[in-house]
């Protein structure tokens, strides 16, 4: 499933604490005005803030031009309670999702769903198109919009999905690490594929080889939506680090030693590796590449720099115009110019 041009986009997450609400806020401006096609906004670990991470999405739909993608987990919800979000988020304006289960509540060590609950992420994509249904009138399998005059997914046009839905769902998928078997990791993602699903976002990886592998195996086993690589920019030692623990995927050694050096040469050597990765998953042909920011606007706005001096297509000419009309015609207001 070809794509148009390959997709920038940031992963955002609320800030933790109310103090750091504005810092956090301009250097989510900085990377908004760099013209990415759309943000994914996640839930803090465990699925805590909820509703600093709705409220983060509100301010996107708001005051920027770019499309927000809103994270779901099964974690500690009944399915009513997901119904009345999912709800509550397209009220706001939202029409990007990504569902995921969820890793176990703090102090649970295995994933149990609470009653009344969904045990599965595919359960949770199911959900959202019922409710989509239910509101626009789009009925699946095939697509159709005739009950509706929204215009489709923004997000799903810029990936090549076909056919482009008015709500579009994500899902994750794991090139490496994890605590299941390839086999289960294709037999989980064709069952969210079949659930609804649009597209996957691939959880963190080191080796362009480990994403071309993974897409292999799902082409082979029938899934066809686009899988869009998640990489985070190899500029912070500790930071992927921390990642490598809530993830699995361990910090191969030869990253450890490239990094062993002062602020500045760190920071261009990190930002060299990471474009050799993203050289290597586009030359397996990825739709785009999805960057892990952990909020930090620097490097990732230093990735993107050298993506558009390379040629990758600026979407604040198109795409990012397209996203601001759509979003200003759902909520009947003018179009943000910042």
């Keep these: 499933m070809a794509t148009a041009h390959p997709t920038v986009s940031f992963e ?18 900085r990377m908004a005005d760099a013209g ?20 983060l999405v ?4 708001t005051q920027t031009a770019v499309p927000p993608i809103a994270h779901l987990t099964c974690v500690a919800a009944t399915r009513q309670d997901l119904v009345t979000r999912v709800n509550r ?5 939202v029409r990007d999702f990504l569902a995921l289960r969820g890793d176990p509540p703090a102090g649970q060590g295995t994933w149990s769903a609470p009653p009344g609950g969904l045990t599965r992420s595919s359960e949770l994509v199911a959900l959202i198109r019922e409710v989509e249904n239910e509101r626009l009138g ?19 046009l810029d990936l090549g999905v076909e056919p482009a839905d008015v709500v579009s769902v994500s899902v994750a998928a794991y090139p490496s690490g994890g605590s299941h078997t390839r086999d289960a990791e294709l037999r989980a993602l064709r069952e969210k594929q079949d659930a609804g699903a649009d597209f996957a976002i691939t959880q963190v990886f080191f080796d362009a ?31 992927l680090h921390r990642l490598s623990t809530l993830t699995g995927v361990p910090v191969p050694p030869e990253v450890d030693a490239m990094l062993d050096t002062d602020d500045a040469e760190r920071l261009r050597r990190g930002i060299a590796a990471t474009l050799r990765l993203i050289d290597g998953v586009l030359a397996a042909g990825a739709p785009g590449l999805h960057l892990y920011t952990f909020n930090q606007d620097r490097p990732a706005l230093d990735v993107l720099e050298h993506l558009r001096a390379r040629g990758i297509r600026n979407p604040a000419l198109t795409g990012r ?10 909520a009947g207001r003018p179009v943000p110019t910042n």
């Design 12 to 29: 955002l997450f609320p800030p933790r604490r109310p103090e750091f609400d504005e810092a956090v806020w301009q250097r989510v401006l």
């Design 36 to 55: 990415p096609d759309f943000f994914s906004v996640t839930y803090g670990a465990s699925g805590s803030s909820r509703e600093a991470s709705a409220e």
């Design 58 to 61: 509100r301010r996107l739909l």
């Design 89 to 93: 988020l397209m009220d706001a304006g």
């Design 138 to 156: 789009a009925p699946r399998p095939g697509g159709g919009r005739e009950a509706t005059t929204e215009p489709p997914s923004v997000v799903a």
């Design 209 to 239: 080889d480990a994403y071309a592998s993974l897409v292999a195996d799902a082409r082979a086993g029938g899934v066809h939506i686009p899988i869009l690589p998640g990489v985070i920019p190899l500029t912070d030692p500790a930071r």
């Design 321 to 330: 115009a397209r996203a601001g009309r759509a979003q200003a015609d759902r």
